[in-house]
């Protein structure tokens, strides 16, 4: 059997946690340059973030080594300016919506990243009670993906719209966010305007199928805070909402040119200082 297959058969994939049982052998791994190993609570998850085909390649010397993010559980909700993206360093998610409803983790990019071999996966098993969900999963990779990949726009605009940052997080904080994204295209996205002159921006909420379809409650709350987010945006001096091409629509609607032609919105993005 190759390595990879038996890596595989024991379950291992992006967004597994590291076992209590396995946490002693890897301990010595868990340090840093001149310190102690980094000690792991039992209320912590050890995730692995490496992509699933990494992980189970078949042969050892191809990957011989996996990713591993150290999490934190912290009590409350995803602290703003730590949640949905908003920081390429800080990351507060929920990892699994279905097993661990009330569980929200925290993590930093890089003082919480850690490298194993991944020789040690093969004799041992994944947590079998804790492992985060596909939303989760994809959430944590596209955070990643955020520290070489941002989109970053003008200076001028994040300092127009912020004055309005808190207000375009209460509106988002209207739905799950696991259920719809936000999109926007900015017309003058590589420019730096004028005092006088506007950006004129297209705002999109782009709704998962399933709750499009059968979710009413979710549809009436996401519409009401697309309404109070493009109301927002619209407010801010040097910024003009394209209300007519702006709307709510269902993912299967949103095509591949429209995404594209649109960044996904987070507080991340707002620009090369920030």
Request: proline share 4%; hydrophobic share 45%.
């Amino acid at each position: 059997m190759a390595f990879g297959d038996d890596v595989a058969q024991r379950g291992w994939c992006t967004g597994s946690v590291v076992s209590a049982e396995m946490l002693l052998l890897l301990q010595p791994h868990l340090a840093r340059h001149g310190h102690l190993p980094t000690q792991v609570a039992e209320d912590d998850w050890l995730v692995v973030v490496s992509q699933t085909c990494d992980i189970v390649a078949p042969k050892l010397e191809a990957e011989p080594l996996v990713e591993v993010l150290l999490c934190r559980r912290i009590l409350g909700k995803p602290r703003k300016g730590r949640r949905n993206l908003e920081s390429t360093r800080y990351l507060d998610f929920r990892p699994n919506r279905e097993t661990h409803t009330e569980v929200v983790l925290a993590a930093h990019a890089v003082a919480d990243r850690y490298v194993i071999p991944r020789e040690l996966l093969k004799d041992n098993a994944p947590d079998q009670v804790r492992f985060l969900d596909g939303v989760a999963a994809s959430r944590v990779l596209a955070w990643y993906a955020l520290r070489a990949g941002r989109p970053s726009w003008p200076n001028q605009f994040a300092d127009r719209i912020r004055s309005a940052t808190a207000a375009l997080e209460d509106a988002l904080n209207l739905f799950s966010d696991d259920i719809a994204e936000v999109r926007v295209a900015i017309k003058e996205k590589d420019r730096e305007l004028k005092d006088w002159e506007s950006y004129h921006v297209a705002v999109f909420f782009v709704v998962d199928e399933d709750t499009w379809n059968g979710n009413i409650k979710g549809r009436e709350a996401i519409n009401a805070a697309f309404a109070k987010f493009v109301g927002e945006l619209d407010a801010c001096a040097g910024i003009e909402v394209n209300q007519e091409l702006s709307g709510v629509l269902p993912g299967n609607e949103f095509t591949w040119q429209d995404t594209k032609q649109t960044d996904l919105w987070d507080f991340a993005n707002l620009s090369y200082r920030d």
